[in-house]
Structures are given as C-alpha cells and as structure tokens.
C-alpha cells in the first residue's frame, strides 16, 4: 500500500504556510516573503515521512522510530512483566516523526499512561512521561512492545491502530511531534544489533532479531 512522503499531520500547516508565503511574495515582494518560504520549506522537512525499505525476514525487529539509540538495558515489559531488553530511541526535531511498526504479528494490547513531560532524551521518561505503548505478538506467539513517549515539548502522541488488528513490520503506525521518544522491548534472549550512541531508520534498520526458537513460526 503507497503512502504519502508527506505526513497526513502536516497537511493542514504545509497549506497554511504556502498561502501565507504566496501571499506575501504576491503583495510585498520576494525580499520580504523570503522567510515565510524558509519557514515553508522546514515544515515540509519536519513533517516529511520517506518511503521505507523494510528488511525482509520474520525474525527481525526494526526500529520504529528515526533517531539515535540512547539506552539499552535490561528491563521488564510493561505488559507482560517478564524480563526483557528495552532499546531507546530518542528523536529530535530534525528526525522523521511518524513511528512503525517493529515486527509483524497482531496487536493484542494497547495502553495509555498519563504522566510528565520530562525531556524524553531522560532514563526516567520511560517510566514517568506520558506515553502510550502496543503490544505486537508475532506469529510465533512472540510479545513486543512498542511505547511511544512524550517529550517536554512534543505534547501529543498520535496511535493509529488498535487491539485485534494484525500489522506487518514497517507499517507505519503512529506520530510524535518535535522531540520525542520510542522504547522497544524484546525478549531477553534476542540478539541486540543496536548499537549506542548509533542513529537508525524507522521500519528500516534492523535493531534485534528474534532466536532460532523465538522465530518458529505458529498461527496467532
């Protein structure tokens, strides 16, 4: 299924700022329109949303966010409780914005927690910003979870799927404004590809593969 390069989010403000630029170029000049086509031309870039090329192989997790790995660290999945890996990945304003989905499955659980709005690039935003997170479980009966979090600035979180709807790896599934974060928790005994510090691509960069055992392949 084709999707826009354009995030749907950003539609309404991209026209804003063309007319207002149109506009000002047409009655003023181009000098002094110059920096409402500036500022046109950053709105385009922050709500753009590129095609993906999705690794292919059911044992694979791809990042479902377009930033830099800052935290990975044995954790408990905030579903299940059992004892897992979560992978940070923080994105700033210059990031893509739209999240996707990390492994194909079936979305079994989605849950909403209201908190702060702490700088996500923190340890504690996992624990303490608001956030909203979907649990995928594969068709190996495999759970991941996926947790989009707010950021002191990026005060929406926008989740488009829900409980029962089966989803495939790089779908895109959600959106954060501004300065954000997404924690992915897999299973512990996983193979970690991230890498800290390291920048990835959403529904692209493989971040974790799934074990032999892990990716036997079952009905949901």
Not at 168 to 191: H, L, N, T
Request: charged share 20%; hydrophobic share 45%; net charge positive.
């Amino acid at each position: 299924m084709s999707t826009p390069i354009i995030a749907r989010e950003g539609w309404s403000r991209i026209s804003g700022f063309l007319i207002v630029a149109l506009a000002v170029q047409w009655f003023a000049g181009w000098w002094l329109a110059a920096p409402f086509w500036i500022l046109f031309v950053l709105v385009v870039q922050f709500f753009r949303d590129p095609p993906r090329n999705v690794p292919k192989g059911d044992h694979l997790i791809v990042s479902p966010a377009h930033g830099k790995i800052v935290s990975i660290q044995p954790d408990k999945d905030p579903f299940s409780g059992n004892a897992c890996v979560r992978i940070s990945v923080f994105m700033n304003i210059f990031s893509v914005h739209s999240n996707r989905i990390p492994i194909a499955g079936k979305v079994t659980d989605i849950k909403h927690t209201r908190g702060r709005f702490f700088n996500a690039s923190l340890a504690k935003a996992s624990l303490e910003n608001e956030r909203c997170g979907i649990q995928i479980t594969t068709p190996a009966g495999i759970q991941i979870s996926s947790v989009q979090i707010a950021g002191w600035v990026a005060r929406r979180i926008l989740t488009y799927v829900k409980p029962g709807e089966t989803v495939v790896a790089g779908q895109r599934y959600g959106f954060i404004r501004f300065g954000s974060r997404v924690d992915v928790y897999v299973p512990e005994d996983a193979k970690i590809v991230a890498k800290l510090g390291k920048w990835v691509l959403s529904g692209s960069d493989t971040i974790a593969r799934l074990t032999p055992r892990e990716a036997s392949v079952e009905s949901v």
